[in-house]
């Protein structure tokens, strides 16, 4: 990544030019368009993009039945919304950056069963979802099957000048929270279904537009992959790969030249 340096004061540091380059590229007023999960699932689904099916919203600001297509009010309704939901779901906050994490929960009988081993039932899963300090609203989802446990595919593109999407970054989150950097400069390298990842995440970034940069979250399950989420203020990475894909995306967006 290009450094500047500064007339009297140190070099800026790499986490704060990445900082300033997500801020040129994908201005905050936009941020609401893929930082808010529902509205990037109901518009990417609008527009054909695969996304996990959706159960309905659960919290203590509002409740939502996506099966029956109307609001639902109280514990014990949201309570009766899970207990129908058919198979594994997840429950996600309404926003990647809140600190609530995701729940992954297999279906057993009438009860649900966490990563843990902890048993809930529909109504303790409603009584910890409304408690929650950190978030008020989450989505509940179907958890698609995948064989050898879930894998995400964290895939940042960027949309050149030209109006044209590619990868330049990726890694593959595996069961265990195990992560690979992968080398997306190498196609036919990659492991199996990833690039049908990439694929996915440069169709949605050309609907994430006028943003520029974004990090995609992409579910690898048994029936292809799905848009979890995306991020337009991503993390840094150490290591040089991902500094090679700062300068792709500085070379595509006319910061570099």
């Given at each position: ?37 529902l509205i990037l699932s109901l518009h990417l689904a609008a527009a054909g993009l695969p ?130 950097e992968l080398d997306v400069a190498s196609p036919g390298t990659e492991p199996a279904g990833?690039?049908d990842a990439y694929a996915l995440a440069c169709r949605a970034a050309l609907f994430a ?49």
């Amino acid at each position: 990544m290009r450094v500047v340096r500064l007339r009297g004061g140190p070099p800026p540091s790499p986490t704060a030019e990445l900082t300033r380059l997500l801020e040129r590229l994908n201005p905050a007023a936009l941020a609401a368009a893929t930082g808010h999960r529902l509205i990037l699932s109901l518009h990417l689904a609008a527009a054909g993009l695969p996304v996990p099916r959706l159960h309905g919203v659960v919290g203590r600001a509002t409740c939502w039945s996506a099966d029956a297509r109307r609001p639902i009010e109280g514990i014990e309704a949201a309570a009766r919304m899970l207990a129908a939901v058919p198979g594994d779901v997840a429950i996600r906050p309404y926003a990647a950056a809140l600190a609530s994490p995701t729940r992954l929960l297999s279906r057993a009988g009438a009860a649900f069963i966490d990563g843990e081993g902890s048993s809930w039932t529909p109504r303790e899963l409603a009584d910890a979802l409304f408690s929650d300090p950190a978030c008020e609203v989450f989505l509940v989802e179907e958890s698609a099957p995948a064989a050898g446990g879930p894998r995400v595919a964290r895939v940042i593109t960027v949309v050149s000048d030209a109006g044209e999407a590619r990868p330049v970054h990726a890694r593959l989150i595996g069961p265990g929270e195990v992560v690979e950097e992968l080398d997306v400069a190498s196609p036919g390298t990659e492991p199996a279904g990833l690039a049908d990842a990439y694929a996915l995440a440069c169709r949605a970034a050309l609907f994430a537009a006028p943003q520029r940069s974004i990090a995609w979250d992409i579910a690898l399950t048994d029936g292809g992959p799905a848009v979890l989420g995306a991020d337009s203020r991503y993390e840094r990475v150490p290591g040089p790969r991902f500094a090679e894909a700062m300068r792709a995306v500085e070379r595509a967006t006319g910061h570099l030249s």
